[in-house]
């Protein structure tokens, strides 16, 4: 009876604990509490890319949660489970502490939040005391919220953390400090919703007492800090070029670091005198004086997460050089700017014509008029899915011209264009820059009076953003793509790069797009299109994957450019081939019947034909890139007989402009076989002994530069065994297929 009558004690002080107290615990995030969200986020047959226009000048149109809830039932099994075990063990002598120290903790009226904290966990101090601070907190005047994180510190040392809380209609920290005697502890503060911590000045001190149970701070009042650019040589990496600001002092103070270089910390940011931003920075407010410039060079990127006051277009510049474009990522609407786009066009000295360009537009409406060619004999084109034609803008003004129905007398958002100038040098784009999202509707077309069907799908489309954008990002709708792939023209190759999400690019791409930049996508259907703001990066740094192992790129160069082809081991869509503009660059590419490839995935093939254009020139085929998966990569020449081992040597040849695009074979040698295919040849006493051979089985035996060594064709029994003597062989690595009825294995062998 002693039993129960101590259990109904029990239940009763829960019951009346839970009525009785209304307050939130906060617990660390744990798979048994609940997470509230919210408090804390490329002109042959077959299917490919559209032929641009062969030259320059035209005068027409180019047709071409978790079951536990809060945890609070799963503690309170556990709390009961213990105590039953501790009362079993000690009938005689209860430890009644503990018992209602429990019942108080599960008797709480309690919302239990997970909590991502910025600041460390909080060391205990020695003596095992400790103290509570409360109080409001202001920023600028304005009471800190629910966003704000305070840390207590004792020099480099956590104490304590807390979230600011509403209590009722006031915001307050309890802020629980563990500390020895004497200690100083100073507040620090982080922002969630911006996620950075807060520049503050002043300091506010506590000299811990372990007599203190509580300080009350009444109202801490805090001044953020403003960096001021006042150098005169425009230099951002100089911290003598930079002031403090704050209401707090009478007269600016020196700066002791520059803006932007604590990456736990974001600033705002004053432009008093003219400003270079070269290397990358992030800052939180950009607010520009009279008569002033803020330029982000061709080597710089600047991310701005708060606003930015600019009414001027030419207080704030996105520059390019032949060396690239800077880049900018903002989050204002209305920002006026002048965005650089420099178009190189060194391959005149390089002896070739083409010259093209793709471009976008990164300002809303900026006129066609003013980039359109004024020379003779060259071009500003837009090409139209729908009708497999490149409309070219110096034909006439009429309202028939595609240009003129899609968006007016301005650049399309999201469009990209195919522009060709007699002089290199810069095109400016003026205006509002974009920002948010941007639809583009794309087409996939099946009829219509002059569609090609080979043309079907592809779009050219544009970046529409001051900034890199990122293909490998969230913050695309694709859906309607047929591939993944991006093509982009580069004039320095005088061909078309590709990248491929994922990871698989030729010709040197990658997954950023630069600012004004145009590039060709593949739609399987029509849909809209859409870029958002997540899709933008200050990054510009080419992307490898970590593990490219089962990637062989092979590569052709001549003085009229380049082209490369990329075979990957692995299970994806093949890239389609957009050959170059120009006629005599070099072009490489896979033919499979259906189609011409750039890009191409295999799985145990020892051969693929590789075919080979270009003009009246000497040529060098060599491997670019060879993962580990690969023993060797054989190059063959049907029309000179010879074999190349391209991980070894480069092939160099003359082509003639009118020899068979059929010309070459690739021979593939895995290194990485099935688990099936385990060895089943071996050297003994001066013989290749090849084991395993069931049924009509023929063995071939290479060198290292794909000659056949020895050829033979047996009849045998099941798991019958063939001996080759290796006295005629030159000492090195040969490589062994068989095939017979279990299929086709390889194996790499050394012949001494």
Known sequence: ??????????????????????????????????????????????????????YHGLQDNYQSSVPLGNGLIALSLLGVGYLTMKSRRNTKKRNNKSFFVLLIILGLNVSAKAQNYYFDKPVESSDGNNMTVFGQLKIDGEFADENIEIGAFCGDEVRGRAFIRKQGSMYLFFLMVYGNANDEIELHFYDHSVGTELNVVGDFLITYSSSDTNLNAGVVDYYTVTYKFIGTDKDWNKISNWQLISDLWAEPQNATQLPSSNPEMIDDIIVAEDLDATLDYIVKDVEMMADVTLKITSTGALEIIGDIANTDENALIVDADINGTGSLVHNSDGVIAKVNCYLDNSSVTRNWNADWHFISSPVANQTIESFIPTEENYDFYSWSEFNSTWYNQKKDNSTTNEFYTDNGFDFAKGRGYLVAYENEGYKKFSGTLNNGDVTYPLSCSTGGELVTEKYTGFNLLGNPYPSYIDWEAEGWTRDMLELQTVWIYDDDVNNYITYTLGGVATNGGSQYIAPCQGFFVKAASAGNFIMTNDIRTKSKSAFRKDNDENIFKVRVNGASGQDEIAVVIGDNDDVFKMFSLNESAPSLYINKGVGNYTVVYIDDEESLPLNFEGGFAEYTISLSECGDSFDAIILEDKLTGKNVNLQTESYTFIHSGNSNAERFVLKIAQSSQPEAQSNFAYINNGELVITEISGDATINIYDIMGRDAINRVRIMGRDAINRVRTEGFVSGVYIIRKIDDKGIKTQKIVIE
């Open 1 to 54: 009876m002693r039993k129960f009558y101590c259990i109904a004690k029990a239940l009763l002080l829960v019951l009346f604990l839970q009525l009785s107290v209304n307050l939130e615990l906060y617990a660390q995030k744990d798979a048994f509490f609940f997470y509230d969200e919210n408090s804390n986020y490329r002109n042959v047959d077959g299917v490919q890319a559209p032929e641009l226009p062969r």
